[in-house]
């Protein structure tokens, strides 16, 4: 039986955007592990170090111009970096982007 | 009820061998033996349907529509009516009211969805528009298409969700176009292909824009949109600014606007964009774009979601590579221009589900799309309030705007 919160964890993907690529080898998406959404982007960091800064805030918690989605929805509807994840779930960690007009 | 009564005509002083026969009766004579056939309804009941949810159905043809019809009618000329009366009205069981000039092709058309086609609740209104204009009733008339808009825009028409109604729509529109560069061209090229009256903004430096030519280089970039808009569309005017927005003048340029075409290239003037869209309830098409990958969204102020909705605050200047920095496939901004452009027109003319609370991804590379949701955020800095309560000096700001500034150079 698999006890919530001790998940030995379930594997994900996670869409990396086009700023986070250097800092993950130039891959475009990665598999981690993990019981929940903060436990699979600390995978990630942990991989990459590079991501850490990038991601999280000084508080830990996810920067305020990221937005990373659990599927389709915003994970700050859900229960944050707690919300749970299950196997083959999608991660997509969404920057802002501004380019446009001047290209 | 019979559907064919035989009639039976003698003229007089004729002498038929073998007694009577059947007469083909007049034209006429057909048309008051329909009408015992089909339901009418007066003009005065048919104004007091006008929101209830029928299908008011003008069989005229083009020109009689064109020079006047009732509000909201839908235009199915009777000679096209078993064709394309299920596009107008795709529900049998709704209650259809039928008129023409008079009342008399009407109750044929009528006739036919009745009996021929199974509309369960169909009528003909009496006396037709005429009738309804002498009685004072409300008219709409809509633009005149000349013959040669007539046929530049034909292929709309044919179109259901577009038709006579939503062309007028486009062309009587007025849409604000942000960056005539690699997002704004196509934009700008396919909305005037529309009809759509749109401005082009010369906010940056712009490369990459299908809309100039090379015997045009050095020419101002404004004033070369121009001259393709209106080589292209002559219908299309085209207003000019040549200036940069900033919160001093970015009301008074939105004023006015039904939409708002966002192909900015920086932080700061996206956020003042959305802010002053906000206070102004004008809905954006926004697009980014980088290397091979697309971010496109709708944001239509106190509907759904705004800007600030979906990103708090910019990444700082290292994480925020502009294309030019970071390179973009040059076929990109043509991809996600056109999608804007499309959003543009499904928001003139109402067709279709827009994207509003929903922020599509277009990856080049692997050829995928992803959709996320958007929603409203309920603590949003600018949305969550009123318009009249956001000052003009909260504009384009946001947590260390100096140092993002600063850093951005």
């Known amino acids: 039986m698999r006890l919530p919160g001790s998940l030995a964890g379930a594997m994900a993907t996670i869409r990396i955007p086009p700023v986070l690529r250097a800092s993950v080898g130039g891959e475009r998406e990665l598999n981690a592990e993990g019981s929940n959404v903060g436990e699979v982007l600390r995978a990630l960091a942990d991989a990459h170090p590079a991501t850490a800064q990038q991601i999280f805030g000084a508080d830990g918690d996810l920067n305020r111009y990221v937005n990373v989605y659990l599927n389709d929805e915003d994970v700050r509807v859900l229960d944050g970096l707690d919300t749970p994840v299950a196997e083959r779930d999608s991660l997509v960690i969404l920057p802002a982007m501004a380019g446009g007009a001047e290209g | ?409």
């Open chain 2, 1 to 409: 009820m019979a559907r064919h009564t035989p009639l039976y005509f003698l003229k007089h002083g004729t002498r038929r061998r073998g007694g009577l026969r059947p007469v083909s009766p007049s034209g006429a004579e057909y048309v008051r033996q329909i009408k015992s056939q089909i339901d009418e309804v007066d003009p005065s009941e048919v104004r007091e349907l006008a929101d209830e949810g029928v299908a008011i159905v003008d069989v005229r043809e083009a020109e009689e529509f064109a020079a006047g019809h009732l509000p909201g009618a839908v235009h199915v000329p009777r000679s096209y009516l078993e064709s394309r009366i299920d596009a107008a009205v795709p529900d049998r069981s709704q209650r259809v009211i039928l008129y023409c000039a008079s009342g008399n092709r009407s109750a044929l058309g009528a006739h036919t969805l009745e009996h021929e086609l199974g509309f369960q609740h169909v009528e003909s209104m009496t006396g037709g528009y005429t009738l309804w204009k002498d009685r004072g009733y409300p008219v709409e008339v809509p633009r005149q298409f000349t013959p040669e808009q007539r046929a530049r825009y034909s292929r709309h028409f044919l179109l259901p969700e577009i038709g006579t109604e939503g062309q007028q729509k486009l062309l009587d529109a007025k849409v604000l176009l942000l960056g005539a560069g690699g997002l704004g061209s196509p934009t700008a090229l396919y909305l005037a292909a529309a009809g759509v009256d749109d401005d082009v903004v010369d906010v940056s430096n712009l490369q990459r824009q299908v809309i100039h030519t090379t015997d045009r280089v050095g020419v101002p970039k404004v004033d070369s949109a121009e001259e393709a808009i209106h080589a292209l569309n002559p219908d299309v005017e085209v207003v000019k600014y040549h200036t940069r927005l900033d919160a001093s003048n970015i009301m008074e340029i939105l004023d006015g606007y039904d939409i708002v075409v966002d192909g900015v290239d920086n932080f700061p003037t996206r956020y003042l964009l959305n802010d002053a869209s906000v206070r102004l309830r004008i809905p954006v098409v926004s697009a980014a774009i980088l290397g091979f990958e697309g971010q496109l969204s709708v944001f239509a102020p106190y509907e759904g979601p705004c800007y600030r909705c979906l990103f708090r605050q910019p990444p700082p200047a290292e994480l925020a590579p502009s294309c030019g920095a970071n390179g973009v496939l040059g076929v990109l901004p043509g991809t996600m221009g056109l999608l804007q452009a499309t959003e543009v027109v499904k928001l003139i003319t109402g067709a279709g589900e827009p994207l509003i609370g929903r922020l599509l991804m277009y990856d080049a590379l692997s050829a995928t799309t992803t959709e996320l949701k958007v929603r409203r955020d309920p603590e949003c800095p600018i949305c969550s309030r009123e318009p009249d309560a956001i000052a003009d000096d909260e504009m384009g700001v946001f947590p260390d705007y100096e140092a993002f500034c600063a850093a951005a150079g």
